[in-house]
């Protein structure tokens, strides 16, 4: 199935060129690049990610410019790559300036760091409480945070809304998309010092967390952290 996508997203795309469509052109790179991602070839990805992007400034389209800014995010921090993950993040929240355009991104990136300084007093606080020094102890530590305390979650009755795409107001608003969502997550946990990555999935982001002995953690940031099994994940 997913050998059948990538073939129909590059026939597409060549149909695209070929007729100067230069919009289809970009959402279908940016297509591509999820697809890679998923088969886990990222260095195809961040080549079409690459190509999609100057396209989507071209364009002005900058719901697409955030969305190739976030996934070529996830691919930088999947080849560790993390300063240029880091910078695709926060670029991200700068474009947001498209919707509000006197937007200062730097309240917003020192709130992440806020946010981290807190998520990480908390996983230690548990950490300490039980005894249990696990990544599964910190990631449920996170998620009580996040989505207990903080009150983070998906927008299911409005999730075409274009705010759940900019990372200000999904940080306002604490509602978004998988994908914003993640992004949030991701820099969270980061911050508090647990090791937490993307994962794109048709239609949907999760992110996931190594363990030690068991695998790794699958959570779903718009479902409230919940944690996913690979059964689940089909």
Known sequence: KMDDARSHDEAALAAAREIGNR????????????????????????EHLEAALPLSRDLGDARLESIVLCNLGMVYDGLSRLDEARDKFEAALVIARVECPRLDPDPYIARLDAMGDAARRVVERHASSSGDMSAQCGVKALNEYLFEELGFSGNRDKYEDPRNSCLNEVLERRTGIP????IVYMEVARRAGLQVDGINFPGHFLVRCPQAHSGQLVIDPFHSGALLSEHNCR
């Open 23 to 46: 919009q289809l052109e970009g959402n279908i790179l940016c297509n591509l690049g999820q697809l890679c991602q998923l088969e886990g070839k990222l260095t195809e990805a961040l």
């Open 179 to 182: 994908l914003t969502l993640s």
